[in-house]
């Protein structure tokens, strides 16, 4: 069999945005209400498929809190991809996720693949008034610095695995 192209993935985001439930979501197609904070950064990995390339997704989960801001380099520095997660119903959780992508810019290594991802999607479709952040606004801050972009819902599933894959196709094969 043909060996996994390995890639270390990162979360970065502010607290209680979804981070651990995307994780769980595309590792382990499952979802649990009100899950209890990372502490630190949590490991998991997964395999992935995409054309002829196999993939293993050794992905890194880190606590948003303030607290653990200085422990992300550890989890970034060597990171061939990082997703960097807002909330869809919190503003505030952009321009936190924008100061990681800046960080990662200057500190990541330069050919690091980043996707924002706006999520809690489903509390949008339940109520539109729920929505803080413009999907135009946030795609249009994503083309300008070239990341992907996605808006997820971790809760239903919705394209949680479509992010995964369009890293995984930026991922030059070995
Ligand atoms: P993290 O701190 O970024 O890892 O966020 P968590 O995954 O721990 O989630 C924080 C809270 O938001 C929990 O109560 C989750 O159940 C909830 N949550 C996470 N993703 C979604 C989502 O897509 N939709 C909704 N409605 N709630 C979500
Ligand atoms: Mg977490």
Request: aromatic residues 8%; hydrophobic residues 40%.
């Amino acid at each position: 069999s043909i060996k996994a192209t390995q890639v270390k993935l990162v979360l970065l985001g502010e607290s209680a945005v979804g981070k651990s439930s995307l994780v769980i979501q595309f590792v382990q197609q499952g979802y649990v209400e009100n899950r209890e904070p990372t502490i630190g950064a949590a490991f998991l990995t997964k395999k992935y498929q995409t054309g002829e390339q196999s993939i293993k997704f050794e992905i890194w989960d880190t606590a948003g809190q303030e607290r653990f801001h200085s422990l992300a380099p550890m989890y970034y520095r060597n990171a061939q991809a990082a997703i960097v997660v807002y909330d869809i119903t919190k503003a505030a959780s952009l321009d936190k996720a924008k100061t990681w992508v800046k960080e990662l810019q200057r500190q990541a290594s330069s050919d690091i693949v980043i996707a924002l991802v706006g999520n809690k999607l489903d509390l949008v479709q339940e109520d539109e008034h729920e929505r803080q952040v413009l999907a135009e606004d946030a795609q249009a801050y994503a083309e300008e610095g070239n990341l992907l972009f996605y808006e997820t819902s971790a809760k239903t599933s919705e394209n949680v695995d479509a992010v995964f894959g369009a890293i995984a196709n930026q991922i030059p094969a070995p």
